[in-house]
Nanobody, 121 residues
Framework: QVQLVETGGGLVQPGGSLRLSCAAS????????IGWFRQAPGTEREGVSC????????YYADSVKGRFTISRDNAKNTVYLQMNSLKPEDTAVYYC??????????????WGQGTQVTVSS
C-alpha cells in the first residue's frame, strides 16, 4: 500500500520551532520530487517548499524563506521540514506530497494525510 505519513505537528508558541517528517511506504521516494503544502481554513492549498529527487535543489515560498528548511534522507525514505521562528499565520494543516514536474497541486501523485500545525500563545 502506497502511503505518505506526516508526523511532528502540534501547538507551538510564536517564535517557536517544529520539525515535520514525511515517511513513505509502499514506494521509493528517490524518483520523486517532494513538496510540502499547507491549507488554512477557508483558503486554497498552497505550496510552501519542495526539494528535488536528489536533494540538490530546493524552493521556498517567500512567506517562509529564511525560516523553513527542507531536507531529505533517501536511505530512510523520509523528507523533513524544519520550521523556525513560527508565526500565527503559519497555522494550517501541512501535507507532504510526491510529485513530478511543476510544484503544483495538479502535479501531485501521492498525498499524505496531513498534520496540524498551530502557532498561538
Amino acid at each position: 500500500q502506497v502511503q505518505l505519513v506526516e508526523t511532528g505537528g502540534g501547538l507551538v508558541q510564536p517564535g517557536g520551532s517544529l520539525r515535520l517528517s514525511c515517511a513513505a511506504s509502499g514506494f521509493t521516494l528517490d524518483y520523486y520530487e517532494i513538496g510540502w503544502f499547507r491549507q488554512a481554513p477557508g483558503t486554497e492549498r498552497e505550496g510552501v517548499s519542495c526539494i528535488s529527487s536528489s536533494g540538490g535543489s530546493t524552493y521556498y515560498a517567500d512567506s517562509v524563506k529564511g525560516r523553513f528548511t527542507i531536507s531529505r534522507d533517501n536511505a530512510k525514505n523520509t523528507v523533513y521540514l524544519q520550521m523556525n521562528s513560527l508565526k500565527p499565520e503559519d497555522t494550517a494543516v501541512y501535507y507532504c506530497a510526491a510529485f513530478v514536474g511543476e510544484f503544483s497541486v495538479r502535479a501531485v501523485e501521492y498525498w499524505g494525510q496531513g498534520t496540524q500545525v498551530t502557532v498561538s500563545s
